[in-house]
Each structure stands twice: as structure tokens, then as C-alpha cells.
């Protein structure tokens, strides 16, 4: 059986998906881009801002799981422009302190809303 995991402090879903989905002791976050919560509208900056900002409604959505950021197994993260790894990694870094979960990191030719970085997870209760 799955459950829906839904909060008002991430940004609602731009299409036809869930924020995260729960099936057993994993809970599967759909990818965040960097809209914040509220307005619908992606964060200023540049790829600091947006990474901190989809790092935030990850946060969100674990919270509304009842998970923190040590719960997250895997992560994928898809970047329009691979020059941005390293900026992405030192924002990323300060998320996952302690033993940080496996990762893919890909370049991908472009993300919704014109996004520079999106990224989803795996959490495990």
C-alpha cells in the first residue's frame, strides 16, 4: 500500500505527481526545483540560491514525512550545466553533514521552469 506524503511548505506539485510517495519504509520524494513555497515562483539567484532552495523543500517535504535529511538513502541530482558541480556540491555538503547518502549527478539539457538544478530522494525509516 502507498501513501501520499503532502505539506503546505514545499512547493505543490507542477503536474500530475505526488510531493513523495510512501511504500514500506521508503519514501520517495519526487525531484524539487527551486520554487519557493507560497508564491509558485523560482527563488533569485543563481545556482547557490537555487540549490539552498531545493534543498530547503526537500527538507520540507521530509519533515511532512516525519523524516530529517539523516533519513535520505539516495539522492539524483540534474543540473543543466555540469561547470555548476562544484557551487551545487558546497551548498549540498551543508545539508548532508555526516554521512551523506548515495548520489548520481547528471547534465541534463534543460529542467521545468527553467530551473539550473533539480534534485529527488529516497528516504528509508
Known amino acids: ?42 527563488v533569485d539567484g543563481g545556482i547557490t540560491e537555487q540549490t539552498h532552495q531545493v534543498l530547503k523543500n526537500i527538507g520540507a517535504v521530509l519533515q511532512g ?14 543540473l543543466t550545466d555540469m561547470d555548476d558541480f562544484k557551487a551545487m556540491n558546497v551548498v549540498y555538503a551543508t545539508y548532508f553533514t555526516e554521512n551523506p547518502p548515495a548520489r548520481a549527478a547528471l547534465q ?6 527553467g530551473a539550473m538544478v533539480e534534485i529527488e530522494a529516497i528516504a528509508m525509516r
Open 1 to 42: 500500500m502507498k501513501k501520499v506524503i503532502f505539506t503546505q511548505e514545499a512547493p505543490a506539485a507542477i503536474g500530475p505527481y505526488s510531493q513523495a510517495i510512501e511504500a514500506g519504509n521508503l519514501v520517495f520524494i519526487s525531484g524539487q526545483v527551486p520554487l519557493v513555497p507560497g508564491t509558485g515562483k523560482l
Open 65 to 78: 514525512a516525519g523524516l530529517t535529511y539523516d533519513h535520505v538513502v539516495k539522492t539524483t541530482c540534474y
Open 108 to 113: 541534463v539539457c534543460k529542467l521545468p521552469v
